[in-house]
């Protein structure tokens, strides 16, 4: 009887969640299309900008180029010229490469759609004074393994210009090669003499022959340094918050294999000078990637500078330490099993 009372309870109880269940239809009204500018100009390239124009929060159809904007370039107020369009949204002037000191404006206009600027500027090229470097090696412990990781560590030191406020960029890029087989097995038909009649085989010699193939890509590293306020898929940010006017040594590092190469690899260090715009758009679009798969996080609005639109127009300039290293292609970390 007990058992019966506490099936009739639990049934009950399943029954009125079941119960209280429905399904919900919201109307998601779609607001107004605005024009999007992103773009980072910088005093070593032509000056382009990508001009497209926001979808519905449930649109997941690619991006809508505009290619029939109009694009004005703006050069400390003055009209320099009107950029024309080249492909996928992207709008470029015919000859011009912006200088470090003067305010760049881009206006778009696009039928259908309101008129939107953008404003910025080229800081000043803060130089690589030196760059130290070091190969070390982390091990890593577990039940019953061990595994060790070779890291490339290199400090780059820089003098953080006294009362001015300073943002900066840092990344590697790597001219590197790997190896492609080919397979060139050439058969040979063979014979022997055997119990009175020949007897055919095949005989095979297999030669390697491999070409090498360059490719040229940004190598991802990592930091601890203290200064560190954000790791980006476009490098490490940070600012002169902690170091305002003083010397400063960074410290960052990236795994040693993914320097490896089939011969040499020419490797560049890059200190970039960035705008406030640009340091607060990916600051910014790092806490948005950090916060996708966090249902409990705040959502974080990305950074715009675009008035009456979206996206953002930034700033840059460069110092560049090139060095040449070789590490074997097929070098790979240490791992071992214990029991």
Not at 128 to 139: M, N
Not at 153 to 174: A, H
Request: with cysteine; net charge negative.
């Amino acid at each position: 009887m007990k058992f019966s009372i506490n099936t009739v309870v639990l049934i009950s109880i399943l029954g009125l969640f079941f119960s209280c269940e429905s399904v919900l239809f919201i109307e998601l009204e779609e607001s107004d299309k605005l024009i999007v500018v992103n773009g980072t100009i910088s005093n070593d390239s032509i000056f382009s900008v990508q001009v497209s124009r926001t979808r519905h929060i449930l649109d997941n159809a690619p991006l809508a180029p505009l290619e029939g904007a109009q694009v004005r370039l703006y050069v400390n107020g003055f009209m320099l010229e009107e950029l024309h369009y080249l492909e996928n949204g992207v709008f470029k002037s015919e000859h011009f490469v912006p200088e470090i000191g003067n305010e760049y404006m881009i206006e778009v206009e696009n039928a259908g759609l309101g008129p939107v600027s953008a404003r910025s500027e080229i800081p000043e090229t803060i130089p690589i004074k030196k760059v130290d470097t070091a190969t070390v090696e982390l091990e890593y412990h577990g039940p019953g393994w061990s595994t060790s990781e070779a890291y490339f560590q290199f400090d780059v030191n820089l003098n953080d210009p006294p009362d001015i406020e300073n943002y900066y960029l840092l990344n590697m890029k790597g001219d590197r090669s790997y190896t492609q087989w080919r397979d060139t097995t050439v058969s040979y038909i063979d014979s022997i003499f055997h119990n009175g009649e020949w007897n055919y085989f095949v005989r095979d010699s297999t030669y390697s022959v491999g070409d090498i193939i360059r490719f040229n890509e940004f190598i991802s590293i990592g930091s601890n340094d203290l200064i560190v306020e954000a790791i980006t898929n476009d490098g490490i940010l940070f600012s002169d918050q902690l170091i305002d006017g003083k010397p400063y040594s960074i410290r960052a590092m990236a795994m040693t294999h993914s320097l490896s190469s089939a011969d040499s690899a020419v490797v560049d260090i890059r200190l970039h000078s960035i705008s406030e715009s640009y340091y607060k758009y990916l600051k910014s679009r790092q806490k948005h990637y950090e916060s996708i798969d966090d249902y409990l996080a705040v959502p974080v609005i990305v950074y715009s500078n675009v008035e009456n639109g979206t996206g953002f127009l930034g700033g840059y300039s460069s110092d560049v330490y090139t060095f040449t290293t070789f590490i074997p292609e097929d070098s790979y970390n240490y791992y071992s099993e214990f029991y």
